[in-house]
């Protein structure tokens, strides 16, 4: 099966630059999605479809991908950023809905 | 305002049947292309899609799960199920369900239920 693959942690200082990878095997040509979840609560889609944003999503928050990573940057970090940052996407040779493992966001 | 909450029992003793309703209002599964996904989280974190199920009836499953799960809509009553069968202490963990407005992305979330297995 198709298996994403992020870091299981990322820190950074408030108002610098976090970027979150989703690695897989050309990952770059299909399409994914992006979900921040803070504690306790529910997944929030942030991107999708590689870099595009929801209503509401504030335009520090990006996406690209290609080749075999695919990358959420968010600018000018804040300590509201912080939570756990998953990639999805939907493998077509399986039929599967693949997750990543997850990646958590801490603003020292 | 689209919005859906999940229901359900919160204890299951393993092997029974779970069963358990996705009800939502603001979109219509009737519209073509939306769908209804039920996706768990376990207690480590990390999130399995489970389901999914379009207005047109079209319906799919996780490969590694499809023989214990149905899922089914009532577009009128707003409500999607899902059961699934011969539960394990394994399967314990939060449930959502979300709205997917196409392409396999789940545009927004229930608020979970959370199931425990346990005999």
């Known amino acids: 099966s198709y298996i994403l693959s992020q870091p299981p942690s990322v820190s950074v200082a408030p108002g610098e630059t976090a970027m979150i990878t989703c690695g897989a095997t050309?990952?770059?040509?299909?399409?994914v999605h992006w979900y921040q979840q803070r504690s306790g609560q529910a997944p929030l889609l942030i991107i999708y479809?590689?870099?595009a944003r929801p209503s509401g999503i504030s335009d520090r928050i990006s996406g690209s991908n290609s080749g075999d990573v695919a990358t959420l940057t968010i600018n000018s970090v804040e300590v509201g950023d912080e939570a756990d940052y998953f990639c999805?996407?939907?493998?077509?040779?399986?039929?599967?809905?693949?997750f990543g493992g997850g990646t958590k966001l801490t603003v020292l | 305002q689209i919005t859906l909450k999940e229901s359900g029992p919160s204890f299951v003793k393993p092997p029974q049947t779970l069963t358990l309703t996705c009800t939502f209002s603001?979109?219509?599964?009737?519209?073509?292309?939306?769908?209804v996904a039920w996706i768990r989280q376990t207690p480590r974190q990390a999130l399995e899609w489970l389901s999914l199920?379009?207005?047109?009836?079209?319906?799919h499953y996780s490969s590694s799960l499809r023989d214990r799960l149905t899922i089914t809509k009532d577009s009128p009553k707003n409500r999607v199920t899902l059961t699934m069968t011969v539960m394990d202490p394994s399967d314990t963990g939060t449930y959502f369900c979300?709205?997917?407005?196409?392409?396999?992305?789940?545009?927004?979330w229930g608020q979970g239920a959370l199931v425990t297995v346990s005999s």
């Open positions: 979300a709205h997917s407005p196409n392409y396999w992305r789940f545009a927004t």
């Open positions: 603001g979109f219509s599964l009737s519209t073509n292309g939306m769908g």
């Open positions: 199920i379009y207005g047109d009836g079209s319906k």
């Open positions: 050309n990952i770059g040509s299909k399409s």
């Open positions: 479809y590689d870099s």
């Open positions: 999805q996407l939907w493998d077509m040779s399986s039929g599967d809905v693949v």
